[in-house]
């Protein structure tokens, strides 16, 4: 069956430190991956996606996300954090031939220490 | 452009109520879809379109309608409301189905039924 896991219900941080956000995915297809980050009280936001290519991929405020196919996973990662970061944030995959439809995870609430 | 646009932000519903979540698009997008966000279970899909006049269902569809009569607009209904509807309502849309585009989601529906 298709899944998304992201085995972080919550993490902290201190500001400034660097963030990594896991995730790994169980899809037979070819996968597209995606990061969302949801503010409080707001829909979500691409962070950034993933589709074939450059295994590390470049996204929006300094995230980044590398593919692992062997290891099915597509953590995201940022070398600094920003109090501005605390939010929630989920990935997701999608297939080609999937009309479009996304599997999400159930999210990681980042918190970030003054 | 306006983007996705939700209606309400907010409602309240007794048990078997019926209802209507409005959602319209203005970027000319063929595909649609909701979602439903409960806490600790991440986006799950009710239902999606493709194009005007054609839906089909997601994971979660049971006890929810939808049309589609024209590119812009995907209302979901509540026939008989549930407590277990109580839920936050997203709409996201994206040029065409099947495709690898950017979803990008409405700014949600905070529903509580009683």
């Known amino acids: 069956a298709q899944s998304v896991t992201q085995p972080d219900i919550h993490i902290t941080v201190s500001e400034g430190a660097s963030l990594e956000l896991r995730c790994n995915y169980s899809y037979g297809a070819t996968p597209y991956l995606f990061w969302y980050v949801q503010s409080p009280g707001q829909g979500l936001q691409l962070l950034l996606k993933?589709?074939?290519?450059?295994?590390l991929v470049q996204g929006i405020k300094g995230f980044e996300a590398e593919f692992k196919r062997s290891q099915s996973s597509f953590n995201l990662r940022k070398p600094s954090v920003h109090w501005s970061d605390a939010a929630e944030y989920f990935c997701?995959?999608?297939?080609?031939?999937?009309?479009?439809?996304?599997?999400f995870g159930k999210g990681t609430k980042l918190s970030v220490k003054p | 452009n306006a983007g996705v646009t939700q209606t309400p932000k907010f409602q309240v519903l007794k048990t078997g109520q019926s209802m209507t979540l409005q959602c319209a698009q203005d970027?000319?997008?063929?595909?649609m879809s909701w979602y439903r966000q409960d806490p600790g279970m991440g986006l799950r899909l009710i239902h999606y379109?493709?194009?005007?006049?054609?839906?089909d269902q997601g994971e979660v569809p049971n006890g929810y309608n939808v049309s589609r009569s024209t590119t812009e607009d995907f209302p979901l209904r509540l026939l008989s409301a549930a407590p277990s509807q109580t839920s936050v309502y997203f709409c996201?849309?994206?040029?065409?189905?099947?495709?690898?585009?950017?979803?990008?989601f409405g700014p949600g529906t905070r529903l509580t039924v009683l």
């Open positions: 997701a995959v999608g297939a080609k031939g999937s009309q479009g439809n996304l599997i």
């Open positions: 970027m000319n997008h063929e595909y």
């Open positions: 993933y589709f074939s290519g450059d295994t």
């Open positions: 996201a849309s994206k040029r065409w189905a099947g495709g690898t585009d950017t979803q990008y």
């Open positions: 379109s493709v194009g005007a006049g054609i839906t």
